[in-house]
């Protein structure tokens, strides 16, 4: 929803007229500036058109498929034009570093997994080498935006490593302790 | 790899939930809103040539954040001591007065000394769940307003007239470049207020602030009574707020006393979860101290913590706490209930 006038009109204390609520108003130059509707010229003959309007002049090239874009169609990105198209379409596996709306937390999962599933301690027969490989496979890929190392990944490991390892050394007792009873 | 990584600068504030968090991240040209669900996380970039406007109201925020309920854990892990070792009463008593004197800054700082901050552009408005409390929005946006003027310049002087035929923020159900209707035009009647007084708020305020006046006045009571009272509004208070939550969900009851019931369920059963380990582990102690020939099993004695003068005495505070936060809201009387997009609370 906008903004109502009595939040912009009263500088940075506003009350609403009908409930009295105090609201802090913080206004920006930003909120003046009129949207401008993109504006797209007529192509005259002989000039470069629109891939997707022909009849519009083209006033910039698509930095993925290089395609001429219209006014309508640029749109401009902080790495250049994109025209609509390439825009909602992958165009490659390769994840972007900047443009992500949401990651999953794989180095979350590795080191939530071994380390929940010890209140049901024999879960972690199945826990450590379920966490071993998702920390094998995800390895490579992107962490959150925000964080910086890979230590949950770490500690997952090494906790994992250690579940394993006990059930391991576990399984060898009992197998040597049957065999010297027999 | 990942390609020219953006190098982030956390901004004041953070909401740490056990399940849904939330932060705002600074870049050399846009805040980062990150949404953080445990296993996922979710971003909003807003640059700062685009923000229009950040607005905030003052609005109670009863938020558990697991920093608080650690403070809670460590508490009720110093009660248990007390349990157990009934003899340290000056630590007993120091324990108690502390544990109250947290939860009335808690609730007090909820009611009085927290807010909303919502962020808009052209194109959206977004809550930033991290700025819940007052301070933290006033070292925010001491961080934020400079780099927004940088960008975008100072605000003119004449702005309000500019004003006068503009709409700021995103235009109604997202559609762009539609016309705004004409301000002349008669006001669209909006849905009705909600309501802070049903018969449902009403029993459950007066349940809380009922059960813990008897809890208090039943302190020096034969068990028996103090049980069946305890027992009883116990078993109202849950029922009652049960019921204020599915009242929220239909969309009769404000969103405050929801939240009120939720806290205050989850202060009950925090409190029966510690008091219940507490005369365990009481039993325990006093079984391997005094030696009995049949000794006391705690399994065996579901209502054993009903004996402990402290367990009905935190219980009473509960409901006196939460009874008197259930007046304050209802006294606040009923409020639109655009408050859940706008900042009108």
């Not at chain 2, 980062?32 to 445990?38: A, D, G, H, I, T």
């Not at chain 2, 544990?99 to 408005?125: D, K």
């Not at chain 2, 059963?269 to 365990?280: F, K, L, P, R, T």
């Not at chain 2, 004695?301 to 009473?316: K, N, T, W």
């Amino acid at each position: 929803m906008p903004l109502s006038k009595w939040e912009l009109l009263r500088g940075h204390d506003a009350s609403c007229p009908s409930c009295g609520a105090e609201n802090d108003v913080r206004l920006f130059p930003a909120a003046l500036a009129r949207a401008a509707a993109p504006q797209a010229e007529t192509a005259l003959e002989g000039e470069a058109a629109c891939f997707d309007h022909p009849a519009k002049r083209a006033v910039a090239v698509c930095r993925h498929c290089g395609r001429f874009v219209c006014g309508l169609c640029a749109i401009e990105l902080g790495d250049g034009v994109s025209c609509p198209t390439c825009l909602v379409k992958p165009r490659s596996k390769q994840p972007q570093a900047n443009s992500a709306e949401a990651r999953m937390l794989y180095d979350t999962w590795t080191l939530t997994i071994p380390f929940a599933l010890l209140i049901f301690w024999p879960l972690t027969v199945l826990s450590a080498p379920a966490a071993l490989a998702l920390t094998v496979m995800k390895w490579k890929q992107p962490l959150s935006l925000v964080r910086r190392n890979r230590w949950r990944f770490v500690a997952g490991l090494g906790l994992s490593l250690a579940q394993g390892g006990l059930w391991l050394w576990l399984g060898w007792y009992l197998v040597a302790k049957a065999r010297a009873g027999a | 790899m990942e390609a020219t990584r953006i190098r982030y600068r956390k901004l004041p504030g953070r909401r740490r939930g056990f399940v849904v968090g939330s932060s705002v991240w600074l870049a050399e040209d846009h805040l980062l809103l990150v949404k953080s669900y445990r296993f996922r996380e979710e971003y909003r970039r807003f640059y700062f040539a685009d923000i229009q406007a950040i607005v905030s109201a003052a609005a109670p925020r009863f938020h558990i954040s697991t920093r608080s309920a650690a403070i809670g854990a460590v508490w009720s892990f110093a009660c248990l001591l007390a349990f157990v070792n009934a003899r340290f009463t000056a630590f007993e008593t120091v324990v108690s007065v502390v544990g109250v004197l947290l939860v009335v800054a808690w609730i007090g700082v909820s009611l009085f000394r927290s807010c909303r901050c919502r962020i808009y552009t052209a194109v959206s408005s977004e809550e930033l769940p991290s700025l819940y409390r007052v301070w933290t929005l006033r070292k925010f946006r001491d961080q934020v307003e400079p780099l927004i003027t940088q960008a975008q310049g100072a605000l003119e002087a004449d702005y309000a007239q500019v004003l006068e035929d503009l709409d700021v923020g995103p235009l109604p159900e997202g559609r762009v470049g539609l016309a705004m209707p004409s301000p002349l035009a008669p006001p669209v009647a909006g849905p009705p207020p909600l309501a802070a007084r049903t018969p449902i708020s009403i029993l459950f305020i007066a349940s809380l602030l009922l059960g813990g006046l008897a809890d208090f006045a039943a302190l020096g009571a034969r068990p028996a009574l103090a049980r069946w009272v305890l027992v009883g509004f116990l078993v109202l208070q849950v029922a009652t707020a049960v019921a204020v939550m599915v009242q929220n969900y239909t969309g009769k009851l404000r969103a405050s006393l929801r939240n009120l019931a939720i806290v205050t369920a989850v202060a009950i059963g925090g409190w029966y979860y510690a008091v219940q380990m507490g005369a365990g582990m009481a039993i325990a102690y006093r079984n391997a101290r005094e030696r009995p020939a049949r000794p006391q099993f705690a399994v065996a004695q579901p209502m054993a913590f009903l004996e402990y003068p402290m367990a009905r005495g935190i219980a009473g505070g509960i409901g006196l706490l939460g009874g008197l936060a259930g007046l304050l809201l209802l006294s606040r009387g009923d409020r639109p209930p655009e408050e859940k997009v706008s900042l009108n609370v």
